[in-house]
């Protein structure tokens, strides 16, 4: 009966998968197929929605979602908890309940989750689809979970990636340099989320540059940037600038007071730099 509750079980998911490649998308709960091939290990919680089926008796096919008790009210069991536990324990739970009242001898029972909404992260930021995803078993590291959310976009200040949230009770922050998670010396580990996680991509910190340059205005402070290639991305001196003197006025972010220093041209600037390009005496 093993190999008939197997096949019963692969037929439903691919139903599952198809009425979700249908409709999935950023923040919708539904799942992809990978993570219906991977839901057995999914821990149940209030608000995730399940399509119950016992083969052979249509009568008992349900579709539920679990209330703020993690309970569901399903026939001939009436009220029974799924909550806290398995998709593939609660497949057991509603079994032996059939099985134990008497009400089936041998039932093969398949229970499917058709919207996760228990065990989400939150991404936010420069990601190209911000919105909630699903942790199941297979895709709660950052790099899946990134994965899912289309990855670092254009206009990200830099590859780190800030994860807040709850660990033991008290509030939790860290930074993942997201390029490390795969260097071959593998210096940053795949970070492992939890329920409830948020994750954010901040946006691009920007420099401004005014004066005797090309191209005056904004632009994007990419990491280690020095004044000399801040000035090769303003397209350079105009014909009446001077690389000497130039100043650079910087906030200071403790005080707020306002400094005006002269770099280098090897020296490396800071987010919100002001960098004025005087002319030439001669």
């Not at 795969?182 to 948020?198: H, I, M, V």
Request: glycine letters at 12%.
């Amino acid at each position: 009966m093993n190999w008939m509750r197997e096949l019963f079980k692969r037929a439903l998911m691919a139903m599952v998968v198809l009425v979700c490649a249908a409709g999935a998308g950023a923040g919708t709960g539904l799942l992809t197929t990978a993570q219906a091939a991977e839901q057995n290990d999914y821990i149940l919680g209030p608000g995730d929605a399940v399509r119950i089926a016992v083969y052979q008796n249509p009568d008992l096919s349900l579709e539920a979602r679990l209330n703020e008790g993690g309970s569901i009210s399903y026939p001939l069991l009436g009220n029974i908890k799924l909550g806290g536990i398995s998709v593939s324990d609660a497949e057991k739970k509603i079994a032996s309940g059939l099985k134990d009242g008497n009400f089936i001898k041998q039932p093969q029972v398949s229970v499917l989750l058709i919207g996760a909404t228990a065990n989400q992260v939150s991404v936010l930021g420069l990601v190209g689809k911000p919105g909630r995803y699903p942790l199941i078993t297979g895709s709660n590291k950052l790099s899946e979970v990134m994965a899912m959310a289309g990855g670092i976009t254009q206009g990200a200040g830099s590859d780190i990636v800030v994860i807040s949230g709850v660990r033991e009770g008290k509030p939790f922050r860290k930074e993942v340099d997201f390029t490390k998670v795969f260097a071959s010396s593998g210096t940053e580990p795949d970070f492992t989320l939890q329920n409830g996680d948020t994750l954010f991509v901040d946006r691009a910190p920007q420099i401004y540059m005014y004066g005797e340059v090309q191209r005056a205005g904004a632009q994007i402070l990419l990491r280690d940037t020095t004044l000399l290639q801040a000035l090769a991305n303003a397209g350079g001196l105009t014909l009446r600038g001077t690389q000497r003197g130039i100043k650079v006025h910087r906030r200071d972010p403790a005080t707020g007071e306002v400094k005006i220093i002269e770099p280098g041209l090897n020296d490396k600037l800071m987010p919100q730099d002001i960098i004025y390009v005087k002319e030439s005496l001669f």
